[in-house]
């Protein structure tokens, strides 16, 4: 009995539709989980980049050298605030040095590259989090159907025994129970997976809205002349 009721006896028991839906259930807990560890290892990264550029970009080195050292690594890969940065300087260098470019059409010029910048640093930290919501709220209902179609077929088969037992009904469901199992298994992981995740990009994107409009303050005052040279320092006071 105990060797009938075992776990691989009941899957491999099971009817082809509830096997169907375990593997089905089993790949999506299995790309769940590798989402989850690649999210994680990724938003840390991208984390410290944010921490390691803030210090540097309010250390007070020329805006200029801050833009040449990040250009300098951009064949490895920019990051986090580095692309918004990027974006906004370098269309606030074109757009000066044309000449006689209206203040207020230089900085409705920079703020749009780095809108462009921070929905694409949206689009990439959240990445993949679509499919752990989607596992996350799917699971138990696939689950649910394959428990449901193996119970039918369990009493279906009572039609043929003469006396029906617990022996008889046991097996049958429980491997179709197996099927919710598997479903809760996948779910729960993706789930809070995903809270998690998108808690910590929502975090990100209000650090990167918040450098966008200091940085925006930064190109402002400079635009309007309200420093007597170009402010190339990153300090907070006007007066460079």
Do not use: C
Not at 167 to 185: D, K, Y
Not at 214 to 232: D, K, M, N, V, Y
């Amino acid at each position: 009995m105990s060797e009938q009721l075992s776990l691989w006896e009941l899957v491999v028991n099971a009817t082809v539709v509830v096997q169907l839906v375990m593997l089905m259930l089993a790949a999506a807990s299995l790309a769940s989980w590798l989402i989850i560890f690649q999210r994680w290892i990724q938003l840390a990264r991208i984390q410290g980049s944010i921490d390691a550029f803030e210090e540097f970009f309010w250390s007070g080195t020329d805006l200029r050298s801050i833009y040449a050292e990040v250009e300098s690594r951009r064949e490895a890969g920019l990051t986090g605030i580095e692309t918004v940065f990027v974006a906004g300087f370098k269309e606030y260098q074109r757009l000066t040095a044309q000449g006689g470019t209206d203040g207020d059409a230089v900085m409705q010029g920079v703020q749009r590259a780095m809108r462009v910048a921070l929905a694409r640093e949206e689009e990439n930290l959240s990445r993949h989090l679509s499919f752990l919501a989607t596992v996350g709220s799917t699971s138990p209902y696939v689950g649910l159907f394959g428990t449901v179609w193996g119970i039918m077929h369990s009493f279906r088969n009572l039609a043929s025994v003469s006396q029906a037992t617990l022996a008889t009904v046991a097996p049958g469901i429980s491997e179709a129970l197996i099927a919710t199992a598997m479903g809760l298994f996948a779910a729960i992981p993706a789930v809070i997976g995903y809270n998690r995740f998108a808690s910590k990009v929502d975090a990100l994107m209000n650090r990167y809205d918040t450098f966008a409009d200091e940085f925006s303050s930064i190109l402002h005052r400079a635009t309007h002349g309200q420093r007597s040279r170009t402010p190339t320092k990153t300090s907070t006071n006007p007066a460079g």
